[in-house]
């Protein structure tokens, strides 16, 4: 399995960004009966979990990010989305999606002031 992450780059503070993670190597009935999930990690700290999407549709999403980020997925691609509003300073971090074992390479996403 592999996950490409891709979507991440330069912003100003109050902008917005849209990341993909495309899964390969899964068969799709595998890919719909997981959760997937994004990380991220700052400079200098531990990574965290941002958002994540379960089989069954339910989300969930880290207090920093309610409001203003949206997670959703494409099982017929199997690719899942992070749509980023309202970008702040502090979230500007690298990006990783993962499913089950396996994590994506990441996309740095870095929010201007």
């Known amino acids: 399995v592999q996950l490409q992450a891709s979507g991440g780059g330069l912003v100003q503070a109050g902008g917005s960004l849209r990341l993909s993670c495309a899964a390969s190597?899964?068969?799709?009935?595998?890919?719909?009966?997981?959760?997937i999930t994004w990380y991220r990690q700052a400079p200098g700290k531990q990574r965290d979990l941002v958002a994540t999407?379960?089989?069954?549709?339910?989300?969930n999403y880290a207090d920093a990010v309610k409001g203003r980020f949206t997670i959703s997925r494409d099982n017929a691609k199997k690719t899942v989305y992070l749509q980023m509003n309202l970008l702040k300073p502090e979230d500007t971090a690298v990006y990783y999606c993962?499913?089950?074992?396996?994590w994506g390479q990441g996309t740095l996403v870095t929010v201007s002031s």
């Open positions: 190597g899964v068969i799709l009935s595998v890919f719909r009966l997981n959760d």
């Open positions: 999407t379960a089989s069954g549709g339910t989300t």
């Open positions: 993962n499913f089950g074992r396996y």
